[in-house]
């Protein structure tokens, strides 16, 4: 039934969506479909979607219903393009997608991905549209063969679901409990892709912090990266981390693990600590400083990114400039912010909110020019010219087959250009070492050595 035809896989969100799109993509090629790059090409157009802020709602029904009008690909063995949506939009709404999607066939949910061949079967067949959803606890399914888009680096979700509820959140409510993995699987696992020369591992979890607290009674995330680090992979990273539950165990090991790189995501999503207590994060600002001051005492030279949430209901010009002082003074390497976005059925939802959205955006923009501003402070500050840095090489620039693109251990975007006659691919999924020539603002130049 799938031999000959082909899929396209499109994501929009997070690091587990592009976890379970390589899955999907092992899924579908082990059933004889062959993955393109364009919708346009594809007899099977699969969306993977993430439901946490409305930007990628409305990115997925405006995809969707614009693809309504464009021709099948030449070919074709049906005669029809097969829209399928699942990840985090797909377990929420279910139903309701294909009511207001006429030209999608088939819904999935984040818990059972391994229903999309037959639901695709029945469309195709039968010309059903259904979805397909399992509710209730989260489980681990990670035994789908996975395409992954890099063979050299790997994403393993250690904990899937989440407990927190923060309550502009809509995570715990459509990933369910959170659930964690054994860690003699986690091991196995690691060791796996290690033996098949992937290089980086990224352990994944909505908070990797409290790994364990199911399954042993204590969070054992530090022993998580023992194991891990003593296979001998090149590098782990991880995310995300809630601050309420990083550990002084966990810190102690940006010191004395090899491999473990350089980097923390840590989202405060707030300076203010009545927003905070609003936001049900669970830590003090004073504790949050406490943490990255004792992060940069074992490890000075540690890249730190963070998430912040700008225009929670409720929040005043005070509240917005004490998280303005946060991210100034913490220096940040990279910054998400975000735009408070309404989640209907999170506790937010319901609070009064009633700050003029031009005011919101003006305070959005004071912080993005800040952090631009620090972002590039800190690359010059951190990457003095004539230091050598090991580079993992993605691949080749976008624009240049010469000049190799690839990761430093700070996760900072290293261009160099590569020997003549060779060109950039040749080195993809290798660690070399570049003397940095330039910092800019979002990359640095250097010399392959
Ligand atoms: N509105 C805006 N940002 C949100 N995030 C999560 N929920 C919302 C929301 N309702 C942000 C948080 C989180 C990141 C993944 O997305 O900053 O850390
Ligand atoms: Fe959402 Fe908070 Fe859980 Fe992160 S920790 S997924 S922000 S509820």
Redesign the pocket.
Known sequence: MFENTTFCITTFG?QMNKHDAERLSGLMSSLGSVPVQTNAEADFSIFVTCC???KADERLMGTVATMKNDPVRPGSPFGKRFVAIGGCIGQRDGQKLLDQLENADVVFGTHNMEALPHLLQEAIEGGMRRAELVDGRAEFHDDLPEDREHPWAAWLPITVGCNNF?T????PYVRGRELSRPIEEIAQQAQAYVDAGVKEITLLGQNVNSYGRDLYGEPRFAQVLDVVSKTGVERIRFA?SHPKDLTDEVIERFATLPNLMPALHL?A?SGSNRILKAMNRRYTVEHYRELIEKLRKVCPDIALST???VG?PGETEEDFQATYDLVNEVGYNQV?T??????EG?P?AEMQDDTPREVIQERFDRLVDLVQRNAERLNLEQNQAGVVLPVLVTGASKNDPSILAGKSPRNQTVHARVPQGMSASDFAGSIVDIRIDEAHTWYLWGTML
């Open positions: 997070c946490v802020r409305e923060c502009y959140c809509i995570v995300t989202p999503q998430d912040i949430i929670f998400f975000f735009i408070y976005s309404k989640r999170t937010a």
